[in-house]
C-alpha cells in the first residue's frame, strides 16, 4: 500500500498517510478542517513480503498511472 504526501491549506502542516490508489483524504488530522491537497511525487511501497519484485513493481506502475489520470482530470478541470 503506497504512502502519500498531503499538504493542509489551512495550517500548512505536510502528512504522510497510508492509504489505496483509490482513497483520497481531505481531513487534516493536525487541524481537523477538509483542507488536505495530495502532494505528487514518487512514493514508498510497504507490505511487499512474499510477493514478487515485479508484481510489486507492476502495481505501483499501475497507481501511479491512475493518480496521473486523476491529477490530469483535475487541472483540466481548474482550467
Known sequence: ?????????NCEQS???????????????????????????SYTVKD???KAVGQVVK????????DLKKQKEEVRRDY
Open 48 to 50: 511487499n513480503k512474499n
Open 1 to 9: 500500500m503506497p504512502i502519500y504526501t498531503y499538504a493542509c491549506l
Open 59 to 66: 502495481k505501483s506502475i499501475e497507481e501511479a498511472k491512475k
Open 15 to 41: 502528512v504522510s498517510l497510508l492509504h489505496g490508489s483509490d482513497e483520497i483524504e481531505t481531513i487534516c488530522p493536525v487541524c481537523k478542517q477538509e483542507s488536505l491537497t495530495k502532494v505528487f511525487h
